[in-house]
């Protein structure tokens, strides 16, 4: 675990030296800001249209108007951003030819794999954090439900983990990080709509793609639902990718 | 420290390195050497971990590279061929990072660091990005990462390529340094810098060893030992010379010889004897025929000449 941390740093180091860590943490609260003001403003325009017709609307409220849209809509742009900073992991180090040095010391490859991992977890854990400023704005508003933020932030932050682990195996497999980031994003997206397509289907099948679907057992956190089967689906998808690609850095190690 | 053996690895068809077998001592440095494409790079990658060998085993310091493999790559410092660092580090981050990864005590980290800043001369760079050094200061920073941890067996693959010579001498100075105390793995098809550097060379083709001994044993061994440059003073004439060759068709031991070069009333032969106890008698013989012998020292072929004609020997019995 100590040289999972070490190659951590060093990983996290590097992402702030270069223009990747700054341009996926710019894009994020850029457009993470720019929605969640969207959302306010209809939010305000909505609530100001019911008092002037004297009426209630029981789901005109911060969390559902404003939290739970903004919690879906950044599990759009984490879908899209999160590859772009796996996609380098391991690839930069297969192209770059450094994964020599790091192969040769002694370090187990699952604690190269999850080094790696713990640096992208990190930044996503940085975003979250950041990304608890609308919740903050909105107090200022209006009652908002501190465990349905935590919820929500649960969730995003599992998902986010999901996303990464796939992206990791994709950059374990491959030295082209294009490739990597176009196939995390596809698989991603392609899991994500699975959830959708469920809805046509019936009986087992629609149980079976609903399962898989990385939106199904998103979505109750989003609304500050928090099951223990979400809580299996995502730590056990993870903890496999993850055994997937220690699984591939060895095969390339041993030169199969 | 180090014991490869019967080492074998194939890409697919292409056998690459084929049953090698060789041990390094600490104090030793064993160089291997080899056309492009010989197998040195693939033995290298075998020996620190990076490849699965096909067949063959493996020991660092008594440890499997399979079985054990953390605790073989602990004794083990690895310098790869044109080393690839990261450019957005500095160099002392870098250094710092790799001490931590092969784990070095916190405690230790600091003064670690500066044995092998010292060591290598970096500290002028010590606090520059890597993507701003040069392509000889990299080549440092590479050996300091493999000396981190005070690893007492190296692996340098061609720790030279690519560089100016003023830093060909710095980095050589350098390994010179460290192989009193180490064992040390050199690859490189420079010959010079193996015959400068290693105690035993080990030259490899087609992935088989060809020949393993020191450079001077070698460079005896291939002419038989035997060969002696002989120069005989005062002999002007064309018609002394002939005279000389006369005598020496004569000589029952003197096996075969060729005139190399004759100016300024001095002329060279390379003579073969028949045992190298026949020098004597050869001066003997031509005092005795009224010549003076100016100079008669052994002759050896140079490593570049031993290498080659083991290469093209090679390459001759396939043709066959």
Redesign the interface.
């Known amino acids: 675990m100590?040289?999972a941390v070490?190659?951590a740093?060093?990983e996290l180091?590097?992402n702030f030296?270069?223009p990747v860590g700054f341009a996926v943490a710019g894009l994020f609260l850029l457009v993470h800001g720019i929605y969640f003001v969207s959302l306010l403003e209809n939010y305000a325009g909505a609530s100001l249209m019911a008092m002037s017709a004297g009426q209630t609307p029981a789901r005109l409220n911060l969390v559902d108007a404003v939290l739970q849209p903004l919690a879906s809509g950044d599990t759009f742009l984490l879908l899209l951003l999160l590859p772009g900073l796996t996609m380098r992991l391991l690839s930069e180090e297969w192209r770059?030819?450094?994964s020599?040095?790091?192969?040769?010391?002694?370090?187990?490859d699952f604690d190269i794999v999850f080094g790696k991992y713990l640096a992208a977890a990190a930044m996503l854990t940085g975003l979250l954090v950041l990304s608890l400023l609308a919740p903050l704005c909105t107090s200022f508003f209006g009652a908002v439900e501190i465990p349905t933020v935590f919820s929500q932030l649960l969730g995003l932050l599992l998902f986010g983990l999901c996303c990464l682990a796939l992206g990791t195996v994709f950059s374990a497999i491959t030295a082209n990080q294009i490739l990597a980031y176009g196939a995390t994003v596809v698989v991603l997206f392609s899991s994500w709509f699975l959830g959708w397509w469920s809805h046509n289907l019936y009986g087992v099948w629609a149980r079976a793609t609903g399962w898989m679907s990385l939106a199904t057992h998103f979505n109750p956190t989003s609304y500050g639902l928090i099951q223990l089967s979400d809580l299996v689906y995502f730590f056990g998808v993870t903890g496999f990718l993850l055994y997937v690609a220690t699984s591939i850095l060895s095969s390339r190690?041993?030169?199969? | 420290m180090i014991e490869v053996s019967d080492l074998t690895h194939r890409y697919g068809s292409l056998l690459a390195v084929d049953e090698l077998s060789f041990t390094v001592r600490e104090g030793e440095v064993l160089g291997l050497l080899g056309p492009n494409g010989a197998g040195k790079s693939t033995a290298l990658r075998a020996t620190v971990g990076l490849l699965t060998p096909s067949a063959g085993r493996i020991k660092i310091g008594g440890h499997d590279i399979a079985q054990e493999p953390l605790a073989a790559r602990r004794l083990l410092g690895f310098l790869p061929e044109a080393v690839a660092l990261y450019p957005e580090l500095k160099v002392r981050e870098f250094l710092r990072s790799v001490a931590r990864l092969k784990g070095v005590a916190r405690a230790r980290e600091e003064d670690e660091l500066q044995r092998v800043l010292e060591l290598c001369a970096l500290q002028p760079v010590a606090n520059r990005l890597i993507g701003f050094c040069s392509r000889g200061y990299r080549q440092r920073i590479g050996l300091a990462q493999a000396l981190i941890g005070d690893p007492p067996a190296l692996v340098l693959d061609e720790p030279t390529v690519g560089l100016d010579p003023g830093q060909i001498v710095e980095i050589r100075e350098r390994i010179a340094t460290l192989a009193h105390e180490k064992a040390v793995i050199l690859s490189t098809h420079i010959i010079p810098e193996a015959r400068r550097l290693c105690t035993r060379v080990l030259i490899l083709n087609h992935g088989r060893c060809m020949a393993e001994d020191e450079p001077t044993v070698l460079e005896q061994s291939l002419h038989g030992g035997n060969a002696v440059r002989l120069v005989l003073d005062q002999v002007a004439s064309e018609e002394t010379v002939e005279e000389a060759k006369r005598l020496l068709t004569r000589l029952d031991f003197v096996r075969a010889f060729e005139t190399r070069e004759s100016k300024a009333a001095q002329c060279t032969f390379s003579v073969e004897l028949e045992h190298p106890s026949s020098a004597a008698r050869l001066v003997d013989v031509l005092v005795r025929s009224g010549f003076r012998v100016c100079e008669l020292t052994p002759e050896n072929l140079g490593l570049e000449e031993v290498f080659l004609r083991l290469v093209r020997e090679e390459k001759g019995a396939a043709a066959r």
């Open positions: 100590r040289n070490s190659l740093q060093m180091r590097r030296r270069g770059s030819g450094t020599e040095l790091l192969l040769s010391y002694p370090l187990r190690r041993s030169g199969r």
